[in-house]
C-alpha cells in the first residue's frame, strides 16, 4: 500500500493568516498521463469530507481561490492563503493512483 | 448535483453481517464514474473499503477483501456493501461516495453520502 504522511497533526492558525500542510507519500503519485493523483479534503466537525483539490492542484467546483495545492511525485502541499473561521476542521490527503486508495492521517486546523 | 444516501442497519451483532444500500439521485448510476465505500472509526481517520462501477467491476482494498462485497443495482440507481465476519473493531461510520472518471483520468470523491454509524455489539 502507498503510505500518505501528513504533517503537521495540529494546526493553530490566527484568522488572515495563512497555512500550510504537507503530504508526502511512499512511492510517486504521477501517473504516466502526466497527473499527481493527489486529492485534498476538508471534513468539518460533524460533516461528510468535502473535495477541496483534485489531481494535486485543481480546485474543486465552489472551491474558494484562498485554497491551492501544488507539487507532484511524493512531495504534495495544500496552502490556505488566508484562513477563515469557517476553515476549521481535518485536512485529509489521499491517494487514487494505486488500489488501495489510501488516506493521510489528517490534519486539525483549529482557530487561535 | 448528486446526492448519496446510505441506509441499513445502525446495529450489528459480533460474527455477523453488516449490509447497507447507497441510493443514487440527481445522476445516474451507469455513467463512467466509479462507487466507493469509505468508513470511519469513531474520532479516527478514513479508510477505503471499495468500489464498483455500473457494469459490475469491483475494487476492494486487500485488507477487507475476503469479507467484503459490493454490488449495483442499476434499475434502482443503487450499490450496496457487505461485510462478513464483523468485529467490534468494524464500528465506524460508513459513507458511500463516487469517485469521479472523465475520459479515464481519475478525478477523486467529489460527492459524499451524510454517512451512517453502525455499531458492532451484542
Known amino acids: 500500500d502507498i503510505v500518505m504522511t501528513q504533517s503537521p497533526l495540529s494546526l493553530p492558525v490566527t484568522p488572515g493568516e495563512p497555512a500550510s500542510i504537507s503530504c508526502r507519500s511512499s512511492?510517486?503519485?504521477?501517473?504516466?498521463?502526466?497527473?499527481?493523483?493527489l486529492n485534498w479534503y476538508l471534513q468539518r466537525p460533524g460533516q461528510s469530507p468535502q473535495l477541496l483539490i483534485y489531481?494535486?492542484?485543481n480546485r474543486a467546483s465552489g472551491v474558494p481561490d484562498r485554497f491551492s495545492g501544488s507539487g507532484s511525485g511524493t512531495d504534495l502541499t495544500l496552502k490556505i492563503s488566508r484562513v477563515e473561521a469557517e476553515d476549521v476542521g481535518v485536512y485529509y490527503c489521499?491517494?487514487?493512483?494505486?488500489?488501495?486508495?489510501?488516506f493521510g492521517q489528517g490534519t486539525k486546523l483549529e482557530i487561535k | 448535483q448528486v446526492q448519496l444516501q446510505e441506509s441499513g442497519p445502525g446495529l450489528v451483532k459480533p460474527s455477523g453481517t453488516l449490509s447497507l444500500i447507497c441510493a443514487v439521485s440527481?445522476?445516474?448510476?451507469?455513467?463512467?464514474?466509479?462507487w466507493s465505500w469509505v468508513r470511519q472509526p469513531p474520532r479516527k481517520g478514513l479508510e477505503w473499503i471499495g468500489e464498483?462501477?455500473?457494469?459490475?467491476?469491483?475494487n476492494y482494498n486487500p485488507s477487507l477483501k475476503s469479507r467484503v462485497t459490493i454490488s449495483v443495482d442499476r434499475s434502482k440507481n443503487q450499490f450496496s456493501l457487505k461485510l462478513s465476519s464483523v468485529t467490534a473493531a468494524d464500528t465506524a461510520i460508513y459513507y458511500c461516495?463516487?469517485?469521479?472518471?472523465?475520459?479515464?483520468?481519475?478525478?477523486?470523491?467529489?460527492?459524499w453520502g451524510q454517512g451512517t454509524l453502525v455499531t458492532v455489539s451484542s
Open positions: 461516495a463516487r469517485m469521479v472518471v472523465e475520459t479515464a483520468v481519475t478525478k477523486g470523491i467529489d460527492s
Open positions: 440527481g445522476g445516474s448510476i451507469s455513467s463512467s464514474n466509479w
Open positions: 464498483i462501477n455500473h457494469s459490475g467491476g469491483t
Open positions: 512511492q510517486s503519485l504521477l501517473h504516466p498521463n502526466g497527473y499527481s493523483y
Open positions: 489531481l494535486a492542484s
Open positions: 489521499m491517494q487514487a493512483l494505486q488500489i488501495p486508495y489510501t
